[in-house]
């Protein structure tokens, strides 16, 4: 549980943080590496949901789902880094119903917030399966639109 708020406060200032620095357009050498250092942080603490729920919930489900939530991420990511290196912009700035459902989709600091309720009220794996279906079905809406984008502008 103190993870899980732990977690919480750190993607929401980590959130600030992104957002003073973009707005300011100053950007510290260090925070340039932090998105990676993001992505194995939010990495580990999926697979150690995935290794603690698997002690309370027999099978091989915990497992699957952490590798489905960090599959999802991964791919989401790239995602994102390929639409910035081929067009130039973010997959959210392809049109305002992207930017739309980013406001929908929003993840990391959405993922804590889920978790931190979920657990509260004792539902740990479905929680945890709710985040990694929908961090999965996000990935492909981007995937889609991403995909979808390349063939618009290559007409």
């Known amino acids: 549980m103190a993870g899980g708020f732990f977690t919480f406060i750190v993607e929401a200032l980590d959130g600030v ?3 003073l620095a973009r707005t300011k357009l100053q950007y510290t050498k260090i ?3 932090e998105s990676l250092v993001d992505y194995f942080n939010e990495t580990s603490w999926h697979s150690a949901l995935g290794v603690g729920l698997s002690r309370v919930v027999l099978g091989a489900a915990p497992a699957i789902l ?6 999802a991420d991964t791919t ?3 995602l994102y880094t390929l639409a910035g290196r081929r067009y130039g912009r973010s997959i959210v700035r392809f049109s305002p119903s992207d930017g739309a459902f ?3 989709a929003g993840h990391r600091n959405i993922y804590g917030l889920r978790f931190i309720v979920g657990f509260c009220l004792g539902y740990h794996f479905h929680t945890f ?3 990694a279906f929908r961090a999965a079905i996000i990935a492909l809406v981007h995937a ?3 995909l979808q ?3 618009r502008t290559q007409t």
């Open 17 to 19: 943080d992104g957002k």
């Open 31 to 33: 925070g340039r590496y």
């Open 66 to 71: 952490a590798a489905l939530l960090i599959l």
């Open 76 to 78: 989401d990511n790239t």
């Open 102 to 104: 980013r406001r929908i």
């Open 129 to 131: 399966g709710v985040v």
């Open 144 to 146: 889609f639109r991403l």
């Open 149 to 151: 984008y390349g063939t």
